[in-house]
């Protein structure tokens, strides 16, 4: 199993959903906030989505604590799992990753980026559900500009 995705530097998405899955549990066990917050580049040609995707990488590791994780879950989608982060703490930083991944990448012309969240146990009990209702919020968010290009559904890793 590829722990760290070589282009970004996060965790690669099988790693990434396996850690998720213990913070989550022991979230669940403690009887703590855990929010899940996804994010992903309005369709644009692949060469500036990667490149986005790349920039995006090196923000998020920045805006990490150390308890927090962060992986790749497919070519365009970044997820991050927040330990003790209750709802309005994680509406507050997807307000806030939006606004900076599009002013971070706005010379890659991918200045408007989707971001989806979801919270135990609100929106789930298990990293798998979790992490599959923070992708359907921000899909519901997108507003795809060309037809054909919306997002196909994530294979998640759980099993």
Known sequence: MQIIDPETGLFASEHFQALLDEQVKSAA???VHYSVVVCFPQHFSDERSVDAVRAAAVFLKELLRDDDVAGRLDEEILAIGLPNTTVTGARVLTYRLKGDLAARTAHLQVSVWEAGLACLPEDGLTAE?????AV???KQGRKP????TELPPIPLGFG
Do not use: N
């Open 129 to 133: 559900e979790l992490l599959q209702t």
């Open 29 to 31: 066990r403690q009887g």
């Open 145 to 148: 500009r060309v037809p054909g």
């Open 136 to 138: 359907d919020t921000a």
